[in-house]
């Protein structure tokens, strides 16, 4: 491969298996986050999250304890370099993909990870489906036009791709008039509580969680928390709709899991259910 990780002491769910379907990597950007930095530090917690759960999904049925994960590690990324990390993020994510045929899943990270993740998977996919309190679609924040909170602005002006957003609560003026001028479709947490979220058909599908779209009193360990917030129950309901209606979902980014204000790992043991839930969904399409 074009480019180089850091050995990790633990792979995801302490279970290794080269052949496995799903693909882990680490992607510890912390570059432009702003009130509470830290997303560096999750994809190892996430790791170690993972090897106290059982490897069970519950909304699959499936014990994944003989599939494993192939576990490439963490990217290495230059510090204070915006531009050069995104690059190095696109060119691993295209490499991975183009080796690992099955579901790769990327444990972030702020949430601009996904920005190089679509670049690097658009050829693959068609749609984009967004957990996020936030809409991320300003147009600059605090001076830069490429962050955490500008993403999806900048996927959407470079990008053709059907995007669906759930669980925001959370804009700007400029935000809402842009995400109506773009078609983009956004289920508000109200929509959720209400049971109001319909999930269409979709072909080939990049899901992105930003764990703030869960209620703080279940995801404490964000950079930027806002109540209220979807519960687990609503969210796997969700998950499990998408790769049901999906024709295949091809990659999983779980994003801004902060450790440095998390409490007792509860978020992080959140992320990690996550990547089990959505290896045992993908799994399930399988058999």
């Known amino acids: 491969m074009a480019w180089k990780t850091m050995l990790t002491t633990q792979v995801f769910g302490c279970v290794e298996n080269p052949s496995s379907p799903f693909a882990i990597i680490g992607v510890p950007l912390d570059h432009t986050s702003t009130y509470r930095p830290g997303t560096r530090f999750a994809?190892?917690?996430?790791?170690?999250?993972?090897?106290?759960?059982?490897?069970?999904?519950?909304?699959?049925?499936?014990?994944?304890?003989?599939?494993?994960?192939?576990?490439?590690?963490?990217?290495?990324l230059q510090p204070n370099n915006?531009?050069?990390?995104?690059?190095?993020?696109?060119?691993?994510?295209?490499?991975?993909?183009?080796?690992?045929?099955?579901?790769?899943?990327?444990?972030?990270?702020?949430?601009?990870?996904?920005?190089?993740?679509?670049?690097?998977?658009?050829?693959?996919?068609?749609?984009l489906i967004v957990f996020d309190a936030h809409l991320d679609m300003r147009d600059e924040y605090m001076g830069s036009r490429l962050n955490h909170a500008t993403f999806l602005r900048r996927v959407l002006e470079e990008q053709d791709i059907n995007v669906v957003h759930i669980g925001s609560r959370a804009y700007s003026k400029g935000e809402l008039e842009y995400a109506e001028r773009s078609g983009v479709k956004v289920y508000n947490i109200l929509d959720v509580y209400k049971g109001g979220v319909t999930i269409e058909q979709a072909n080939r599908v990049y899901v992105s969680v930003d764990v703030d779209v869960f209620d703080p009193s279940i995801a404490p360990g964000v950079g930027n928390p806002e109540p209220p917030g979807i519960t687990l129950p609503q969210f796997l309901d969700l998950l499990g709709r998408i790769f049901e209606s999906a024709e295949s979902v091809r990659m999983v980014d779980i994003v801004e899991v902060n450790p440095l204000v998390d409490h007792g790992d509860v978020t992080s043991v959140l992320a990690a259910k996550i990547g089990v839930e959505a290896s045992g969904l993908y799994y399930a399409k399988r058999i």
């Open 43 to 76: 994809p190892q917690r996430i790791r170690e999250a993972a090897c106290n759960l059982e490897l069970y999904s519950l909304t699959a049925n499936i014990v994944l304890e003989e599939v494993g994960f192939k576990d490439y590690g963490d990217l290495l």
């Open 82 to 127: 915006v531009e050069n990390a995104l690059g190095r993020i696109e060119l691993a994510l295209k490499n991975l993909l183009e080796e690992h045929r099955g579901l790769v899943i990327v444990l972030g990270g702020e949430h601009l990870v996904t920005y190089p993740g679509i670049r690097a998977s658009i050829s693959e996919i068609d749609t």
